[in-house]
Nanobody, 127 residues
Framework: QVQLVESGGGLVQPGGSLRLSCQAS????????VGWFRQAPGKEREGVGC????????ELIDSVEGRVTFSRDNARNMAYLEMNNLKPEDAAIYFC????????????????????WGQGTQVIVSS
């Protein structure tokens, strides 16, 4: 059964850090481009960025540039999102998604291009 499961969300103080995990099962995540998305209450789902399957290069949206790092552990079939200096506007449900593609493109922030999705993990940013 193909599945993605996110974890690692929770309550973080402004300026704090977190690491979200994305566990894949039923397929080899190493062959897939991984996208990270988020959806804040009352807002549309937003692409945060992507991690290529070819060389682990990344693309990030401007609002998280310099604060977010993507990585993967192929042995564990997992991908990660690390974020520091969290801001209240980072509060959202975060999703990982996967598509069978090698390189991130401008279309990699389009949710419709992804075949597999996790259920999301909530991040709350509050003091």
């Amino acid at each position: 059964q193909v599945q993605l499961v996110e974890s690692g969300g929770g309550l973080v103080q402004p300026g704090g850090s977190l690491r979200l995990s994305c566990q894949a099962s039923g397929f080899e995540l190493s062959y897939y481009l991984v996208g990270w998305f988020r959806q804040a209450p009352g807002k549309e789902r937003e692409g945060v960025g992507c991690l290529s399957s070819e060389d682990d290069s990344t693309e990030l949206i401007d609002s998280v540039e310099g604060r977010v790092t993507f990585s993967r552990d192929n042995a564990r079939n997992m991908a990660y999102l690390e974020m520091n200096n969290l801001k209240p506007e980072d509060a959202a449900i975060y999703f990982c998604a996967a598509q069978l593609r090698r390189w991130c493109t401008s279309g990699s922030l389009n949710a419709e291009s992804y075949a597999y999705w996790g259920q999301g993990t909530q991040v709350i940013v509050s003091s």
